[in-house]
Each structure stands twice: as C-alpha cells, then as structure tokens.
C-alpha cells in the first residue's frame, strides 16, 4: 500500500512529539533510605574518571578505582550516616553521606555527594538534597549543614547555592600532588527557620 508524503510526515512528526514527551516525563520522587553494599558497585559506576573520583571523593580513598569494600569501610564509625536515594520502584538514583563533624552532634556535615550520572541536570541532585537537608533537621537535631565544594566543580555548586547553602569560607587539599582549592557552605537551621516564618507572615499580610 502506497504512503502519502503528507501521511509519512505525520508519522515522523508523531514519533518526534512521542519521543519527547517521553523525556519531558516529570522525576521521579525520590526517598532516602540506609546505603547498603549492595549498592556500592552501581553507585561508583557512576563514576568515570580519577579527576571526578577525586571530586567526589577529595583525599578520603588511598587509590583509585575504589571496591564496594573500601566504601562500606568509610562509614565504620558510628557518627557517619550514609543513605542512598531511590525512586518508586526501588532502582538508585543517589547517595549522600550525613555525619557528626564533632561531640556536640548540632552539626551536620553532608559528604559523598552524587547522583546517577545519567540523571544529572534533571533536578535530582537538588530533590536529593532537600530530602537530606529535611532528615538532618528533623531527626538529627541540626542546627547547621555544612559540605565543601571544589572550584573545579561548578555545577555542583550550583546545586548547592539552590538549596540555600551559603559560602562561609575557603579551603584548600592537595590531591594527586596538585592544590585543589574548594568553597565551605553551610545552612543555618535557625536562620532558615527564621526566614521561612518571615515569608509565611508576608504571604498572608
């Protein structure tokens, strides 16, 4: 049976929008919950060279690539909180790490940041985070977020700046025999708050 032009346009206009409704499907949501090592192996797949484990990673891991062991042994100590994000059906999507920097426990300091590095851009790095800033506020007690960020990592730090940390100083490592120099930010628990009633107050005046 012979195709008209106009009908074989349609089709392939058709299978375009098809397609690209596809991709505008909206995230998934995602949950925290406890990492396992079961999810080592898909979590540093993620990672694709020396130059982005070390962005993720600072000085933390003695040699690269890393093993699902030497990941599950970062988190021995039982001030370090490590969870992994995942979407409805189950399959990870992220991981992030929460711990006590010091004995006052009003502190939390986020590490290991990192989302599926065919998921980044989409917004998932920014819902991941505000779930992990929502758990260490309500069931750590922080009054404050800290994290540090690489210069040499922009997008991250943007997805920082969007969940409202702030750069609060500087830093320094030497990785690899080179300065890397980074930015510190930090959330006030208190001050958010403070903000957040502010804003409530000016939306109902």
């Known amino acids: 049976m012979a195709v008209s032009t106009a ?33 080592a192996p898909i979590i540093l797949s993620w990672i694709k060279d020396k130059t982005a484990f070390r ?13 699902p062991e030497d990941m599950v042994a970062q988190y021995a100590a039982d001030s370090i909180f490590p ?15 929460l711990r006590y920097p010091d004995s006052s426990k009003t502190v939390i300091r ?3 940041v990192i989302i599926d590095d065919q998921l980044r851009g989409k917004g998932y790095g920014k819902q991941m985070l505000q779930l992990a800033i929502q758990k260490a506020k309500s069931e750590f007690g922080a ?28 830093d320094s490592y030497f990785i690899d025999g080179e300065e890397w120099t980074e930015k510190e930010m930090e959330i006030n628990c208190k001050l958010s708050r403070i903000s957040q009633i502010f804003g409530n107050i000016r939306n109902y005046s």
Do not use: Q
């Open 7 to 39: 009908t074989f346009i349609h089709v392939v206009l058709s299978f375009k929008v098809c397609k690209r409704k596809h991709v505008l499907t909206p995230k998934a949501n995602m949950t925290l919950r406890p990492f396992t090592i079961d999810d």
């Open 83 to 97: 969870f992994t994000a995942i979407d409805d059906d189950g399959k990870v999507g992220g991981h992030i790490m």
């Open 143 to 170: 009054k404050k977020i800290t994290l540090g960020v690489f210069d040499n990592n922009p997008s991250a730090f943007h997805c920082y700046e969007s969940v409202g940390f702030r750069v609060v100083g500087t």
């Open 110 to 112: 986020f590490g290991f």
């Open 55 to 67: 962005k993720w990673s600072a000085d933390r891991y003695p040699a690269y690539p890393p093993k």
